[in-house]
């Protein structure tokens, strides 16, 4: 027997079959969409294999070292499982392999910098699992790589831009934890640390005007998303203001959301929010604060309050609540032509001593 197809079954037993692993000269097993929930270890001893297709069922299971005995694997295909721990090192030995589906798993750690040893790779999709840390940049020797899906993660720093990732688009890395780059791939521009600060600042733009849409569930972008994208995966204008108002905090107080400071159920609205009405100056960034001869510190703080105010508003928990880009753009230019006013008052008075 050279190919066994078993599909959309809704198999009986929740199990593979042992004697499947005895089954040597099989060289394409498709078991997808069955209710099974584990596999006999014997299955990842079918060297001469070159198709296998358990996604869609519900195994339990983290992927054993013995994955990498599929030496003649070229499409491995294990999404829509449970299948949970992290993505062994041996997968990396698999050479022929051209197609690797593990997208909607529990997987968790790191995207391993061998996987950039599988030179055949076309497609790999890790999508919708838990990953994080760092996108290795030995992925940018993939030559033949034509489509990589690594959304709906944690995954932070500089996405590569060399080779395949030249071509890669906005959806190949979206929802993630804090992705920098290149400006065409909707996240921000890299700093010193290539750390983004604002990595889905901008996901509205995704959609039609006025649009919102409902994605799958995912886990949000810690301090910079909008809660209703972290618990129902609602994108609109009205997140991309939250976003907005978390940049604007940001920018006025010299702290991230992410900064050791927050927490213990701290975070960074609920610090701005308490120091608003009787300590603002505690938690404005200090450079502001310096009176360089026509600023005076009280303008500077009374416009500072206001912007904060207005971040704070951006911020609210209920999308209604928050007030939409036209108005935000409105209210800061009123504050700012305010700030303009009262420092060319201070100019004369300056100039009159």
């Not at 529990?106 to 838990?130: A, E, F, H, Y």
Request: proline share 3%.
């Amino acid at each position: 027997m050279s190919e066994l197809h078993i599909t959309e079954n809704k198999l009986i037993s929740e199990e593979v079959p042992t004697c499947f692993g005895n089954l040597t000269s099989l060289r394409k097993l498709y078991l997808n969409s069955n209710k099974l929930n584990k596999v006999p270890s014997s299955l990842w001893s079918l060297r001469d294999i070159l198709e296998v297709n358990l996604s869609d069922n519900a195994l339990t299971l983290s992927l054993p070292i013995e994955i990498g005995n599929l030496k003649a694997v070229t499409f491995l295909d294990l999404s829509k499982n449970m299948i949970s721990g992290s993505i062994p090192g041996a997968i990396s030995g698999l050479q022929n392999l051209q197609i690797l589906n593990l997208s909607q798993n529990k997987l968790v750690g790191g995207i391993l910098d061998s996987l950039g040893s599988l030179i055949s790779l076309t497609d790999l999709d890790l999508s919708q699992n838990n990953l994080f840390g760092l996108i290795p940049r030995s992925l940018e020797s993939l030559h033949y790589l034509e489509f990589i899906n690594l959304s709906h993660n944690s995954l932070e720093g500089e996405i590569p831009s060399g080779g395949p990732f030249k071509n890669f688009t906005a959806q190949s890395f979206m929802f993630n934890k804090a992705l920098c780059g290149n400006a065409r791939l909707q996240v921000p521009a890299c700093n010193e640390d290539m750390v983004g600060h604002v990595s889905d600042f901008g996901i509205a733009k995704l959609l039609g005007k006025g649009q919102s849409k409902e994605y799958t569930k995912t886990m949000a972008t810690v301090g910079y998303i909008a809660p209703e994208f972290g618990s129902k995966g609602i994108i609109s204008t009205k997140g991309d203001a939250y976003s907005f108002g978390i940049m604007l905090m940001e920018t006025f107080t010299r702290k991230k959301p992410t900064d050791d400071l927050f927490v213990a159920g701290l975070s960074m609205k609920g610090w701005i929010s308490e120091s608003l009405s009787h300590a603002i100056d505690r938690v404005v960034d200090s450079n502001l604060l310096q009176d360089e001869g026509h600023h005076h510190v009280d303008d500077i703080i009374a416009s500072t309050s206001s912007i904060l105010k207005l971040a704070l508003n951006c911020c609210e928990d209920l999308p209604e609540e928050r007030m939409n880009m036209k108005d935000i753009a409105a209210s800061l230019n009123k504050v700012k032509a305010k700030f303009l006013k009262a420092n060319d008052k201070d100019v004369v008075r300056f100039c009159r001593k």
